[in-house]
């Protein structure tokens, strides 16, 4: 589930998410609490973490595991210790891990490793939110791949504020 600006980018540069309070979405429901509901688990890079450890509150109540090879337990505030492991796994064998813990939906946030877990055909569906503004530059939720990855359009749902959501199945994955 991802907020993306309609050139395709889901944080500045600098990692700042400001774009996204410029619409007036407060009396909008994009289903964050449903979907969050409907996962075991969420699987994040370290980028995402320090947007998120920089909100101050945590707003996760899923275990989280982060995908870092420079970031430890100890870069936490202990109050977190126990809520976030980190992992230097590969997506496929994350996922074999995930299969043994009865795991059986994850929600993968970030920009690089969704790019890595889509590379690896463990994207099952995407929730992408289309943001009426063009940030020109910044960080990219899509990247090259090594061939065509087919999608279905589930489900197209426009809002007053201007943002669209939109739901999409991953062929083959
Ligand atoms: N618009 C939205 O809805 C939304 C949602 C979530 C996040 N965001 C923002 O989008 C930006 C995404 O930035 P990003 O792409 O740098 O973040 P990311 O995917 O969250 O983190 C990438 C980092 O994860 C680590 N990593 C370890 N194993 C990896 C693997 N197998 N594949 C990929 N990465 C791996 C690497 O850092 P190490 O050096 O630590 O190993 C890598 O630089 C962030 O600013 C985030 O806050 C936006």
Redesign the pocket.
């Known amino acids: 589930?991802?907020?993306?600006s309609l050139d395709g980018f889901?944080?500045r540069k600098d990692?700042?998410?400001d774009w996204?309070n410029k619409q007036p979405t407060e009396n909008e429901d994009h289903g964050f609490f449903a979907f969050m509901d409907s996962v075991d688990a969420l699987v994040?890079?370290?980028?995402?973490?320090?947007?998120?450890l920089g909100f101050g509150d945590w707003p996760y109540l899923k275990p989280v595991i982060?995908?870092?090879?420079?970031?430890t337990k100890q870069d936490l505030p202990e109050h977190l210790q126990d809520k976030i492991t980190f992992s230097?796994e590969?997506?496929e064998a994350l996922w074999s891990i995930f299969g043994k813990r009865g795991y059986k939906r994850i929600y993968v946030?970030?920009?690089?490793?969704?790019?890595?877990f889509l590379q690896a055909g463990l994207i099952q569906d995407m929730k992408i939110?289309v943001v009426p503004i063009l940030l020109g530059n910044g960080?990219r939720l899509f990247g090259e791949t090594a061939g065509d990855i087919d999608l279905e359009l589930t489900s197209a749902t426009p809002f007053p504020s201007g943002l669209v959501d939109l739901h999409y199945t991953v062929k083959g994955a």
């Open positions: 589930m991802m907020a993306m889901v944080a990692h700042t998410l996204l994040m890079g370290s980028g995402s973490l320090r947007t998120v982060t995908l870092s090879r420079t970031m230097t590969s997506p946030d970030g920009g690089a490793v969704i790019r890595s939110t960080i």
